[in-house]
């Protein structure tokens, strides 16, 4: 009975720290924008190149309210916003912050993109 609660304890430590390892990472950081543009569907989004930390470059989805949420006028806003500061750094070889994860992969959300000086 003891070697089986052992194991058993050692099991969920051990699930513990893969599951708190794979968890999102959101943070704000320096990338280079090499493309930005509409999918065919309409949706806004931006490949990144990570400048601090590196990582390669990936394409984040900036969020899009749905034409029923309350709030659509307020979001639509801020995305029309991030996606202005995302062109215009750009158009201007500049860096931007994006606030993302890049370990969740291409096609994940970017909840922020600001200009960096």
Do not use: H
């Not at 215009?88 to 993302?100: E, I, K, Q």
């Amino acid at each position: 009975m003891k070697k089986k609660m052992l194991v058993l304890a050692i099991c969920v430590v051990v699930s513990a720290l893969f599951v708190s390892s794979a968890m999102a990472a959101f943070d704000w950081r320096v990338c280079t924008i090499s493309k930005a543009g509409t999918t065919s569907f309409g949706d806004l989004f931006i490949e990144v190149t990570g400048v601090t930390p590196v990582f390669p470059a990936t394409i984040f989805m900036l969020p899009l309210p749905p034409e029923t949420d309350p709030t659509y006028a307020v979001q639509l806003t801020k995305a029309k916003e991030m996606y202005a500061a995302a062109l215009t750094a750009w158009s201007n070889s500049a860096n931007v912050w994006v606030y993302c994860d890049p370990a969740l992969g291409v096609g994940s959300p970017a909840a922020g993109v600001a200009t960096f000086r």
